[in-house]
């Protein structure tokens, strides 16, 4: 229960943190957005009053008149309440605008990281059972070599082989326009269709892991308790999961709160080179038009998903491994 | 002399008939490197002189094609790989040195410093990393090559500062390291004598996967348009390639080259890194020893086998009598 509070503890700092690089940035750069948005506004013609000044300065939280201080713990209380500010792309509030493309994130890496983690998990208990095997060989060697193809150039030659020029698969939505979003077969199948290759991707990018999981796993299978099991004549299956698996997990479950911020990194490439709607393509679009509060919004968002995920890695590795319950740290 | 090259040279040879992944690799790696910094010798072009006219397919003159532009695919392909590269190294060395002192001086000295630095490199290492790069990169507006790889080395090290920490206190804790506190050396000195050379092959291959990481990284963020479009990057290309639509119009050659060349690069990376490993930890390099291993056990198997069904059979014909 402590060691859960200190991590919770260490959650709240921790996110405080990224709201003040979020709120320092800004005001520390060059680039001020609002002159830089009146400068286009001159551009095209606009014309500005002290008015336009006052609503830009009240849509990014700017003032020149309060001090800075006060200023933060206006945002501060803003982001609280889940005021996000305003997007200047979609002229939504931020939160809107996220948190629709975060339904199709979610989705897409929900299932990722389900299929994933099961194929490398099982191929990497698998394949340090048979080290040495030709099979072994073959499939390490093969995974590290797909997975260190850069996201941008995997997903790039999937889109154009099998969407583009093969025509097998969608080239963009996350359904057909066509239908009603609804919960028939036909809908779920389209959208299970227009997940396929943005989800292979992001599969085929991974498989690295199974090389983490392999050396943990051979790790254990040299431990003492290993033999015992063998000794006491247990089944392989249960020598294999229940006492090599079993630990050789841990520090699979710490890597992958590690990794969640690239597993969205990720997602965000892969969204946008094959025109996926979730929050990767939304952020990628208000980075076009340079629109600071989704920029920052986005990041904040980010930093909530990894925090969850190390938090729910911690209610993991406390339910697996006894040690930490007792320990008093 | 002679002799100590020719030992050397079959020291080498040796090893990369041993390490066949490691080898791959390094000629993976060198060949895009010699390509790269000797480009002038390999292509008539320079990169951005358009020669030709606008996606040109592949041709004896132009043996990756030409580009939007009409630019020589090719040569865009070598002289971009130099920055590219370059990046990738500024970026590893600026990680490396961050994580270096971070790491070494929170599992040295411990305590208070430790507190602090784990707990900087802990908040650090939460807030993801790309969003904030993105964030960095577009108010910076459109930014050149090295303030990218300046980006990329302040928000990434984090990881091998933890990595480091961890391993320095393993060897805090070693005999060497209190005999030579005993014998009253500097603090500098057990840094860097005692503690550091104990680490090279943690060292060596957390610089390598910067290295691949950061390289990977500049082109994402050019690639998604936070790059300086006139200069010549593998992930500038990538860039102008969407820009221009090329995979609508099937000019497959300005998407496929300079993906050809990062992957070739990360993949002779990795699988360095990937022998670095075995070689650091000879449990993992299980391949020769268990294939043996198991030749012999499948011989006594069969043995075993035979002897038991020689046995039976036996006694079944004195059961029989």
Known sequence: MRYLLQRLGFYILAFLVAVTINFFLPRMMPGDPIQSFLARLAQNGGQITPETVKALESLYGYSTSTPLWEQFFTYLQSILHGDWGMSTRFFQPVVEVLGRGMLWTLLLVGSFLLISYTLTTLGGIWVAWKRGSRFDSILTVSSVIVSSVPAVVMALMLYFVFASDLGWFPTGYAYDPALDPALTGEFIQSVLYHMALPLIAMVLLSMGNIMGMRSNMINQLGEDFIVMGWAKGITDRKVMFNYGARNAILPVITAFAMSVGGIFAGSLIIEIIFNYPGVGQVMFQGMVARDYPLIQGYLLMMTLMVLSANLIADLLLLALDPRLRTSVL | ?321
């Open chain 2, 1 to 321: 002399m002679n002799t100590v090259l020719t030992t050397s040279w079959f020291r080498l040879k040796e090893f990369f008939l041993n390490n066949p992944k490691a080898a791959i690799g390094i000629v993976l790696v060198l060949g895009v490197c010699i390509l790269c910094f000797f480009a002038p010798l390999f292509t008539d072009y320079l990169p951005n002189a358009r020669i030709a006219r606008p996606h040109e397919a592949p041709s004896a003159e132009h043996i990756l094609g030409t580009t939007r532009m009409g630019r020589d695919v090719w040569s865009q392909v070598i002289y971009g790989g130099r920055i590219s590269i370059l990046v990738g190294l500024v970026a590893g060395i600026f990680v490396m040195f961050m994580a270096m002192v971070v790491g070494i001086s929170a599992g040295y000295f411990g305590g208070i410093v430790d507190n602090i630095l784990s707990f900087l490199t802990n908040v650090v290492m939460v807030i993801p990393s790309l969003p904030l790069m993105l964030v960095l990169a577009s108010y910076l507006d459109q930014v050149s090559p090295l303030v990218i790889a300046i980006i990329i080395g302040a928000t990434s090290w984090p990881f091998g500062a933890r990595v480091i920490r961890a391993q320095t206190l393993s060897i805090r804790n070693r005999d060497f390291i209190h005999a030579a506190e005993v014998m009253g050396e500097s603090k500098k000195r057990m840094v860097f004598f005692e503690v550091m050379p104990n680490m090279l092959a943690i060292l060596g291959s957390s610089f390598i996967s910067t290295v691949i990481y950061a390289i990977m990284t500049e082109a994402t963020l050019e690639f998604i348009g936070l790059g300086d479009p006139l200069s010549v990057t593998w992930g500038v290309m990538l860039y102008n390639a969407q820009q221009t639509s090329a995979i609508r119009i099937g000019a497959w050659w300005e998407i496929l080259a300079p993906s050809m060349a990062l992957a070739s690069l990360a993949i002779g990376l990795a699988l360095i890194n990937f022998s670095i490993d075995e070689i650091s930890n000879p449990k993992l390099r299980a391949q020769k020893i268990m294939a043996k291993f198991r030749r012999e056990q499948a011989k006594e198997n069969k043995r075993h086998k035979a002897q038991a069904e020689g046995k039976t059979g036996s006694e079944m014909v004195g059961g029989a009598v």
